[in-house]
């Protein structure tokens, strides 16, 4: 039931950060705020780090101030088109690169001789950029009233919610080749789908397809990766923890939360 679970939550998230980012960037971010603190909260937990409180604290503050200077971006206007297709991304690339900075701190204050020191910086460091990216959904609904918004939140937001609900179910795992083969190619029919709902001409149609191919692509490897219900030898040390259920969920917000970036800069390109 574990992978179940990670399925429908994350297709909800998917479902929910699509929905709010028509509304604006307010609303998105309010459920962003959600999806950063389970994947902050769940990280070190799902890699099985020492030191989870401090990364989790890491983690999380590094999506918040992330989230937050690309709204502040947004409202002074250094985010709009005008001022270049991709300026909502230097808050983001600023946060990262201080985040990173953070997780090489964290194991300096933990001491010499600690276990695992490699292994959680760079469990944190992957952390990092997967909040920080999370910042795109918000830097996407800035700009939803662009004519390609529509069908790029549209095509994103079913992909990842149908392809979820698929990759991360029992029935997918021990299977990444099946797991590609047959995701990958459903995504653009679900993209072109959704384009024909909307109408949309054939550009539209083709940029849809390009981003739920990256989308799916994001769903597929965390599927590949994600725990076993049965855990095997070689499975560790993913999940390990008295808790596995809990930090899965970590793994499954994952790709629902970097899905906003492929969004972004599609729309920062060719909106």
């Known amino acids: 039931m574990m992978r179940l679970s990670m399925a429908l939550a994350a297709a909800l998230a998917a479902v929910v ?23 902050a909260w769940g990280w070190p937990r799902q890699l099985g780090s020492p030191a989870r409180i401090s ?5 999380a503050v590094v999506g918040l101030v992330s989230l937050g200077l690309t709204l502040l971006w947004g409202h002074v206007g250094l985010g709009e088109p005008e001022k270049g297709a991709l300026g909502l991304f230097q808050p983001m690339a600023v946060v990262a690169g201080w985040g990173v900075i953070a997780a090489f701190m964290v194991q300096l204050f933990r001491g010499t001789g600690r276990p695992l020191r490699l292994e959680s910086t760079v469990a944190t460091m ?28 549209l095509s994103i937001g079913a992909t990842v919610a149908l392809v979820s609900l698929l990759g991360l179910t029992p029935w997918m795992q021990g299977r990444p080749g099946t797991l590609a083969a047959v995701l990958i190619p459903l995504s653009v029919l679900i993209a072109v789908a959704s384009g024909l709902v909307l109408d949309a001409e054939p550009r539209k149609l083709a940029i849809a397809a390009v981003a739920a191919l ?58």
């Open 126 to 153: 992957g952390g990092v950029m997967i909040v920080v990216m999370t910042s795109g959904w918000a830097a996407l609904a800035q700009w939803n009233a662009m004519p390609l918004a529509p069908i790029l939140l």
């Open 55 to 59: 990364l989790s604290v890491t983690l």
């Open 214 to 271: 990256a989308s799916s692509t994001l769903v597929a490897l965390t599927a590949a990766t994600a725990p076993s219900a049965k855990p095997r030898p070689e499975d560790r040390p993913v999940a390990t923890t008295l808790r596995p259920r809990r930090p899965g969920f970590a793994l499954a917000m994952a790709p629902v939360g970097a899905a906003g970036v492929i969004g972004h800069v599609i729309l920062a390109l060719l909106g």
């Open 17 to 39: 950060l699509s929905a709010a980012a028509f509304v604006g960037p307010l609303a998105v971010s309010a459920v962003a705020v959600v999806v950063i603190l389970v994947i």
